[in-house]
């Protein structure tokens, strides 16, 4: 079983910056990738980026060029450096693990807003 736990969101205003980290504990076997996630009001889950264990990385389309996404193995630990903060990312953002199960953490709540 794997925990997943976010900090480091808050409210920021438009063009601010933030970032996201989650750590991992529990039985991890084998990592293959990491990701995040984001919710926001009345909208479906989007997936934000990803990164697999080799350093490769995604991201979608609505956050290329504005976020990165890094991961420290010996702490178990992904970041989500989020810059040029926009209020259509106001969202709650979840970490995403990815073994043989898919795990998701609790979720934190992101807020751009003036």
């Known amino acids: 079983q794997v925990q997943l736990v976010e900090s480091g969101g808050g409210l920021v205003q438009p063009g601010g910056s933030l970032r996201l980290s989650c750590a991992a504990s529990?039985?991890?076997?084998?990592?293959?990738?990491m990701g995040w996630g984001r919710q926001a009001p009345g909208k479906q889950r989007e997936l934000v980026a990803g990164i697999t264990n080799t350093g490769s990385t995604a991201y979608a389309d609505s956050v290329k060029g504005r976020f990165t996404i890094s991961r420290d193995n010996a702490k178990n630990t992904v970041y989500l450096q989020m810059n040029n903060l926009k209020p259509e990312d106001t969202a709650v953002y979840y970490c995403?693990?990815?073994?043989?199960?898919?795990?998701w953490g609790q979720g934190t709540q992101v807020t751009v807003s003036s």
């Open positions: 529990g039985t991890i076997s084998g990592i293959y990738a």
């Open positions: 995403n693990l990815q073994t043989s199960s898919s795990y």
